[in-house]
T-cell receptor, first 114, second 114 residues
Framework: EAQVTQNPRYLITVTGKKLTVTCSQN?????MSWYRQDPGLGLRQIYY???????DKGDVPEGYKVSRKEKRNFPLILESPSPNQTSLYFC?????????????FGDGTRLSIL | DAKTTQPPSMDCAEGRAANLPCNHS???????VYWYRQIHSQGPQYIIH???NNETNEMASLIITEDRKSSTLILPHATLRDTAVYYC???????????????FGQGTILTVHP
């Protein structure tokens, strides 16, 4: 089954403790992206990747890192998490980044930073 | 990307067609109209997209006006499971700082009742 898989689905952690949220897709998609969703602010793009070793900032990249060493994986790294990064995170992928390529989303990761 | 305007909420009886409108009066010729929905806090689900012509798939139909300034998503036989927030998104074909990004607004809360 074609899917985007995120792990963990839920995480409660403390300020400053490095964490990684993994994202994997099995559709051989070139384009991958991370969004965060906060009440009243909608979904905002954090980082995106057009292909292996090609990443770029989205609208809210501060405090996050990403890497794209393999086509299928696009982990989101919080080096020193802070409470303002408490949010619902979604990974998405598409065949390409062009307007005619639908993005497919994972089920989300709910992070709570205490 | 062009902005979209949607009603904040709509109701629909189960088994009837749900017609969700969207205005995008500043849409450019190379921008696609996309529809996604989000059930509770699950990942946004792709429904349908189009450029100029009307489109239909197994989930829904998309009707785009001839001047492309508005569109309607039609769920032909709404069920209780279609209760969700529906997002209309205008997305540029390619290139620039918006590459691949989906800009989610507030959407329309569709409630399907028995």
């Amino acid at each position: 089954e074609a899917q985007v898989t995120q792990n963990p689905r839920y995480l409660i952690t403390v300020t400053g403790k490095k964490l990684t949220v993994t994202c994997s897709q099995n559709m051989n998609h070139e384009y991958m992206s991370w969004y965060r969703q906060d009440p009243g602010l909608g979904l905002r793009q954090i980082y995106y990747s057009m292909n292996v070793e090609v990443t770029d900032k989205g609208d809210v990249p501060e405090g996050y890192k990403v890497s794209r060493k393999e086509k299928r994986n696009f982990p989101l790294i919080l080096e020193s998490p802070s409470p303002n990064q408490t949010s619902l995170y979604f990974c998405a992928s598409s065949l390409g980044g062009g307007g005619n390529q639908p993005q497919h989303f994972g089920d989300g990761t709910r992070l709570s930073i205490l | 990307d062009a902005k979209t305007t949607q009603p904040p909420s709509m109701d629909c009886a189960e088994g009837r067609a749900a017609n969700l409108p969207c205005n995008h009066s500043t849409i450019s010729g190379n921008e696609y109209v996309y529809w996604y929905r989000q059930i509770h806090s699950q990942g946004p689900q792709y429904i349908i997209h189009g450029l100029k012509n009307n489109e239909t798939n197994e989930m829904a139909s998309l009707i785009i006006t001839e001047d492309r300034k508005s569109s309607t998503l039609i769920l032909p036989h709404a069920t209780l499971r279609d209760t969700a927030v529906y997002y209309c998104i205008v997305r540029v074909q390619a290139g620039g700082t918006s590459y691949g990004k989906l800009t989610f607004g507030q959407g329309t809360i569709l409630t399907v009742h028995p």
